[in-house]
DNA sequence: TCATGTTTAGGGTCAG
DNA sequence: CTGACCCTAAACATGA
């Protein structure tokens, strides 16, 4: 087994999900969003392993991306060149990896949708998304055809207007939330969050009308990560930078307010409206934070480069 | 054309 | 055993 610092982390896969590995990548970027190309190079760098069967891993982390709610499409504006667009991660997804650990989470995260339809139910879309790699393949709820999303979801995708958000811990039920923000904006922004704010913030930094008050909520999401792993990835950790900070020059990116760590006590998760916190999923079950400071929170050595 | 993004599908692992 | 999570493959759409 190799040692860290010691040529080690070289070609063996590293023990982070991709989901893990976006997040990673995003949140080692100043503004807390990257576009894909450098999700790519960031893991690349890092991990040694992905500079092979680069078509095989990019693939599934498209998926990630695309399946995953925890990941938001922020999109580019007009006047920043490049293809696609940033990916962020979304703002109530901070304690996925409770403890800063980015091991295997407990729960996925994502939003409820509420249909308004009558003939489709918020229950058949829960369904739908925890289910639907287990056969819960009702062709007749959904389209069955590749490339078209289901009727359910809109004609735009993922979102449509007639959609409202809402978190999930994974129970049924929902809550819905009363910053739904598609209906403020009616805007096809995938994974407009249960909470608006950041997205609005997003949207206000890029230059988009600002939405009310919104974007002026503060979410004290500060803190460390840290990660109990094992002796070839020794705990990957990274401290989170403040918000709303902007780092003018460094790229051409806006700056961009993306909390990403909760605080590690349960019920404190905020700056949220009355009611949301406590409907914020814990991702995780395990107590890592005393592993985690057993441990120490030294960073990653593949991450120690940038 | 290629990169990006979405969706479906199926198999594996792990925890409750 | 079941459900949640993860990985991989692939079809397809879209936009630069």
Redesign the pocket.
Same mark, same amino acid.
């Given at each position: 087994m190799p040692r860290p610092g010691k040529n080690s982390y070289s070609d063996q896969?590293p023990p982070?999900?991709?989901?893990?590995l976006t997040a990673m990548a995003i949140q080692s970027s100043s503004e807390k969003m990257l576009?894909?190309?450098d999700i790519?190079k960031f893991i690349m760098d890092r991990f040694p392993y992905y500079r092979e069967?680069t078509?095989?891993?990019?693939?599934?982390l498209? !998926?990630?991306? &695309?399946?995953?709610d925890c990941f938001i499409?922020i999109p580019r504006r007009p006047d920043q /060149?490049?293809?696609?667009?940033?990916?962020a991660l979304h703002p109530d997804c901070g304690d996925m990896f409770e403890n800063g650990s980015f091991?295997?989470?407990?729960?996925?995260?994502?939003l409820l949708r509420m249909e308004h339809s009558p003939c489709k139910s918020g229950a058949l879309l829960h369904s739908?998304h925890?289910? !639907?790699?287990? &056969?819960l393949?009702q062709?007749n709820h959904?389209?069955?055809?590749?490339?078209?999303? /289901?009727e359910y979801?809109g004609t735009m995708?993922?979102l449509s207007h007639f959609q409202s958000y809402t978190l999930s811990s994974?129970q049924s039920g929902g809550f819905k939330h009363p910053f739904a923000i598609e209906s403020l904006i009616g805007r096809d922004y995938?994974g407009v969050m249960a909470s608006g704010l950041p997205i609005a913030s997003v949207m206000h930094h890029l230059g988009y009308p600002q939405l009310g008050g919104m974007v002026n909520s503060v979410w004290p999401h500060v803190g460390m990560l840290s990660e109990p792993v094992s002796s070839e990835y020794p705990p990957f950790s990274m401290a989170v930078k403040g918000l709303y900070h902007h780092h003018p020059g460094t790229q051409s990116m806006p700056a961009v307010p993306m909390p990403i760590k909760p605080m590690p006590t349960l019920g404190t998760v905020t700056g949220m409206p009355p009611g949301v916190a406590q409907l914020c999923p814990r991702?995780m079950?395990?107590d890592t934070t005393a592993l985690a400071e057993e441990k120490g929170s030294s960073l990653h050595p593949a991450l120690l480069q940038s």
């Open positions: 896969k982070y999900s991709y989901i893990s576009p894909l190309s790519y069967n078509q095989r891993w990019q693939n599934s498209r !998926h990630n991306l &695309s399946f995953n499409k /060149p490049g293809k696609g667009s940033f990916w091991l295997r989470r407990r729960k996925r995260f994502k739908y925890s289910h !639907h790699q287990h &056969s393949h062709s959904h389209s069955g055809k590749m490339g078209h999303p /289901p979801l995708g993922r994974g995938k991702m079950d395990r």
